[in-house]
C-alpha cells in the first residue's frame, strides 16, 4: 500500500550536500512520466510547505529559499525523483517529502534532514 518511500536525509554541518530519493512504486509508468512531481518539506513546528517541483518535461521550479542551492531531477525508468542539496543551512533542517504537485498521493513517511554544527 505504500505509494511514496523517501530516503537520503541525514545529519549534515552548515555547507554540507545531501541527495534524497523518492520512489514511486505503485505509479504507472505513463503516469509518473507526465506528472508534475514535487518536494515538500515540513520544519519543526511548522506546516508542510512545497520546495520544488519538475514537469514531465523536466521544467523545474523552486521556492526562492532554496533556488541555486537544490535541483531537483526525475528517472523515468526508476519512477524516482531527486532532491540534490548543496550548501545547506540549519533553515534547512525538516522532514522531507514528495508528491504530486496537488498532493493526491497518500503521503510517505518522509526522510528527516537536520543541518546543525
Known amino acids: 500500500q505504500v505509494h511514496l518511500v523517501e530516503s537520503g536525509g541525514g545529519s549534515v554541518q552548515p555547507g554540507g550536500s545531501l541527495t534524497l530519493s523518492c520512489r514511486a512504486p505503485?505509479?504507472?509508468?505513463?503516469?509518473?512520466?507526465?506528472?508534475?512531481m514535487a518536494w515538500y518539506r515540513q520544519p519543526p513546528g511548522l506546516q508542510r510547505e512545497l520546495v520544488a517541483t519538475?514537469?514531465?518535461?523536466?521544467?523545474?521550479n523552486y521556492v526562492d529559499s532554496v533556488k541555486g542551492r537544490f535541483t531537483i531531477s526525475r528517472d523515468s525508468a526508476r519512477k524516482t525523483v531527486y532532491l540534490s542539496m548543496n550548501n545547506l543551512r540549519p533553515d534547512d533542517t525538516a522532514v522531507y517529502y514528495c508528491?504530486?504537485?496537488?498532493?493526491?498521493?497518500?503521503w510517505g513517511q518522509g526522510t528527516q534532514v537536520t543541518v546543525s554544527s
Open positions: 508528491n504530486r504537485e496537488n498532493g493526491e498521493l497518500p
Open positions: 519538475i514537469t514531465g518535461g523536466r521544467n523545474t
Open positions: 505503485r505509479m504507472i509508468t505513463s503516469t509518473f512520466n507526465s506528472a508534475i
